[in-house]
C-alpha cells in the first residue's frame, strides 16, 4: 500500500465497513486532531488509524455516532500505540467511561530507553526511520470543512510510522528488561488521567498556593462556579472568569461586593453580566468549609530548602545517565519534595502510600540510591566537569565510584 494511500471516513456506513476491519486489527495506530481553546472539552476533529493492511481517517463531523468504534477500539485483545497520549485518552474515556486496556506511548518508551522526554514525535520518526515529517498545517483549524487533501495527508502521517517505531522499541525495552517496566508506567499514567478527570482540580488555580483561610474558601466556591458555567456555555474557563481574577477576588472577599468593582479586570463585559452571581459565590463560600488539599501535600507542608531538591536533583541526573532513562520521565521538582518529605516525616507518614520515587521500578532503581544520599551515606563528587559524566557517588570517603 503507498504510504500515502488512506480512506477517508465521512458517513454511518463506511465507519460502520471500517469497524468489521479494526474487529480484525489485534494491533492499531491511533491518534486524533482536535480545537481546545474555543470550548469548554477539546473538540474532536479527526480520529486517524493505521494497521499493516490500512489506513483510515475518520470525520467524527459527518460520520455520526462513534459508540460503535470507542467499543472496538477499547477491547482487551487489541494493543493501540499511540504519541502523547493523553488526549487519545481522555477521548476514550469521556466517551465510553474507561480508557484503553492496552495502551503504549512510544512518547514513554522513549523515556525509558534514556531519549528526550517528552519527545515530538517528528524526532522518533526521525530517528527510527531517517524521514522528515512535513510541517505545513501545524495551525490548521480542524473543524472547517471541507479539509483539504494536504490537511488529510498531514493527519494521516501521524500514524504512518507508528507501528514502526513501536517495534523497534519494544524489542529494545525487551532487551534492555524494562518490557514489564513500561507496562506498569502506562498502568500508573492511566490511573493518573482517570484520578485527574474525575476529580475536582481547583488546585491547580495559578496563584492558589498564596491563599488560606476565607479566601481559600471563596477561591474554592469560584472555581466551582466557573466550572458549571464554563460547561453550560461550552467555553474555556478562562473566558469565564481568569485565574488572576479569581485570586484577587478572592483574596478581597468582599461581603456584598463592597470594593468589587476596584478590582482591575471587573468591568470586562462577560464577566460585568454574571456581577450578581459572582457577588452571591462569595458571600456564600466564605461560610462553606475549606476543602482538603491534594495529595501531593499529604507528605508534609514544610518548605523544603531549593538546595535540598537541587541537590538530589543532580543525584537523580547522575543515576539517570548511569540507567540511560530520562530524568524527566523518573521524576519531577515535585516528585523530589515529596520524597524528601515522605522521609523526613517518617514516622508521621509511615501509614501513607509511598510517593512515585518510591514505588515500583522507581524504587530499586532510583529511590534506594537517593536514600543513600539522603542519609549522608554517599556524597556527590564533580569528577571531569567536560565528561559527559561528570559527577560520581562517593561512599564513605573512598574515591568516586
Not at 69 to 80: G, Q
Not at 90 to 99: N, T, V
Request: one cysteine or more.
Amino acid at each position: 500500500m503507498s504510504s500515502n494511500a488512506f480512506e477517508l471516513i465521512e458517513s454511518g456506513a463506511a465507519l460502520e465497513t471500517l469497524c468489521q476491519r479494526i474487529e480484525s486489527a489485534t494491533l492499531l495506530a491511533f491518534d486524533t486532531e482536535f480545537v481546545s481553546e474555543d470550548s469548554y472539552r477539546p473538540q474532536l476533529c479527526l480520529l486517524q488509524l493505521a494497521t499493516d493492511q490500512w489506513k483510515a481517517v475518520i470525520d467524527p463531523l459527518h460520520c455520526g455516532p462513534l459508540d460503535r468504534f470507542w467499543e472496538l477500539i477499547l477491547a482487551p485483545s487489541r494493543r493501540v500505540v499511540v504519541h502523547a497520549a493523553r488526549e487519545e485518552f481522555l477521548f476514550a474515556f469521556r466517551a465510553a467511561g474507561r480508557g484503553f486496556p492496552d495502551l503504549f506511548d512510544v512518547q514513554v518508551a522513549a523515556g525509558l530507553l534514556g531519549l528526550e522526554f517528552p519527545s515530538s514525535y517528528s524526532n522518533l520518526v526521525q530517528r527510527y526511520t531517517g524521514r522528515q515529517l512535513a510541517k505545513g498545517h501545524t495551525r490548521s483549524d480542524w473543524r472547517v470543512r471541507p479539509l483539504s487533501r494536504s490537511q488529510l495527508q498531514y493527519a494521516i502521517q501521524d500514524v504512518d510510522d507508528l507501528l514502526t517505531i513501536y517495534r523497534a522499541m519494544d524489542d529494545q525495552l525487551v532487551k534492555l528488561g524494562r518490557r514489564n517496566w513500561m507496562d506498569e508506567e502506562m498502568e500508573w499514567r492511566k490511573s493518573e488521567l482517570i484520578e485527574s478527570e474525575t476529580s475536582e482540580n481547583w488546585f491547580r488555580v495559578s496563584g492558589i498556593q498564596s491563599l488560606d483561610g476565607r479566601s481559600l474558601q471563596v477561591a474554592y466556591g469560584l472555581w466551582k462556579w466557573r466550572e458549571q458555567q464554563a460547561r453550560q456555555r461550552n467555553q474555556p474557563p478562562r473566558r469565564i472568569l481568569r485565574d488572576d481574577l479569581l485570586i484577587e477576588i478572592a483574596k478581597q472577599a468582599p461581603r456584598g461586593g463592597m470594593g468589587l468593582d476596584s478590582v482591575r479586570g471587573m468591568n470586562q463585559r462577560l464577566l460585568r453580566n454574571s456581577w450578581n452571581e459572582v457577588i452571591e459565590v462569595v458571600d456564600a463560600s466564605a461560610s462553606q468549609p475549606c476543602p482538603p488539599w491534594p495529595k501531593r501535600t499529604k507528605y508534609g507542608y514544610q518548605t523544603i530548602s531549593s538546595m535540598v531538591t537541587q541537590f538530589l536533583h543532580a543525584g537523580l541526573a547522575y543515576v539517570c545517565r548511569e540507567q540511560s532513562l530520562s530524568p524527566a520521565l523518573v521524576g519531577t521538582t515535585d516528585d523530589l519534595r515529596d520524597y524528601a518529605l515522605y522521609r523526613i516525616n517518617a514516622k508521621r507518614n509511615s501509614q501513607q502510600e509511598p510517593p512515585a520515587l518510591l514505588q515500583g521500578w522507581r524504587k530499586k532503581i532510583v529511590g534506594e540510591r537517593l536514600d543513600e544520599l539522603l542519609r549522608g551515606e554517599v556524597g556527590l563528587a564533580l569528577v571531569d566537569p567536560l565528561d559527559e559524566m561528570p559527577l560520581r557517588f562517593i561512599r564513605n570517603g573512598s574515591s568516586p565510584t
